[in-house]
T-cell receptor
Framework: GDSVTQMEGPVTLSEEAFLTINCTYT??????LFWYVQYPGEGLQLLLK?????DKGSNKGFEATYRKETTSFHLEKGSVQVSDSAVYFC?????????????FGTGTRLKVLA | SAVISQKPSRDICQRGTSLTIQCQVD?????MFWYRQQPGQSLTLIAT?????????ESGFVIDKFPISRPNLTFSTLTVSNMSPEDSSIYLC???????????FGPGTRLTVL
């Protein structure tokens, strides 16, 4: 079945370090791919998305490219800040009952130290 | 965008009791989704609720345990019945952003069962 696999955390980085969080997926067809972020004590927010192969989603300095050949959607940021400390979820959408549902990875906790 | 509110935001309940969680959206939506996020884990879809029809449950979730109501296009409830400590989770309501745009999520209801 459809699934998402994320690198396990926690990931601890110093401020201004480069971030990569790996995400690979298994799906039939051509799903849309998403990264969500959950800041401490807050709800889930959509960070970025890509709807087809080779699309690059970007937001707030974060980027991820939809790689169909490697079934991957790795999240990157060139210089992380303390405020980026959060849990990051990779997800894909699959059709269901005339709409789409979302399958999430296990989440990766990022901690950025000043 | 959609603004989603949930009530209660948190609750502590006794084993064997039931809790009803409310989800209110500030605009009319066709589909609403209920997810569970167990401690330290990812989000798992419980069911999809379409107004005017019975909810569609994912594998491992049954209507007797998680009855859902969807009386109109802006409101839904999820009841967690006959609770046990294993039901301690965050329960999130979600609506679809658009066909491939990812979902909006409510702030969640943090449930602790003693």
């Amino acid at each position: 079945g459809d699934s998402v696999t994320q690198m396990e955390g926690p990931v601890t980085l110093s401020e201004e370090a480069f971030l990569t969080i790996n995400c690979t997926y298994t799906a039939t067809g051509y799903p849309s791919l998403f990264w969500y972020v959950q800041y401490p004590g807050e709800g889930l927010q959509l960070l970025l998305k890509a709807t087809k192969a080779d699309d690059k989603g970007s937001n707030k300095g974060f980027e991820a490219t939809y790689r169909k050949e490697t079934t991957s959607f790795h999240l990157e940021k060139g210089s992380v800040q303390v405020s980026d400390s959060a849990v990051y979820f990779c997800a894909l959408s699959v059709p269901t009952s005339g709409t789409y549902k979302y399958i999430f990875g296990t989440g990766t906790r990022l901690k950025v130290l000043a | 965008s959609a603004v989603i509110s949930q009530k209660p935001s948190r609750d502590i309940c006794q084993r064997g009791t039931s809790l009803t969680i409310q989800c209110q959206v500030d605009s009319q939506v066709t589909m609403m989704f209920w997810y569970r996020q167990q401690p330290g884990q990812s989000l798992t879809l419980i069911a999809t609720a379409n107004q005017g029809s019975e909810a569609t449950y994912e594998s491992g979730f049954v209507i007797d345990k998680f009855p859902i109501s969807r009386p109109n296009l802006t409101f839904s409830t999820l009841t967690v019945s006959n609770m046990s400590p294993e039901d301690s989770s965050i329960y999130l309501c979600s609506v679809e952003r658009d066909r491939v745009g990812g979902g909006f999520f409510g702030p969640g209801t943090r449930l602790t069962v003693l």
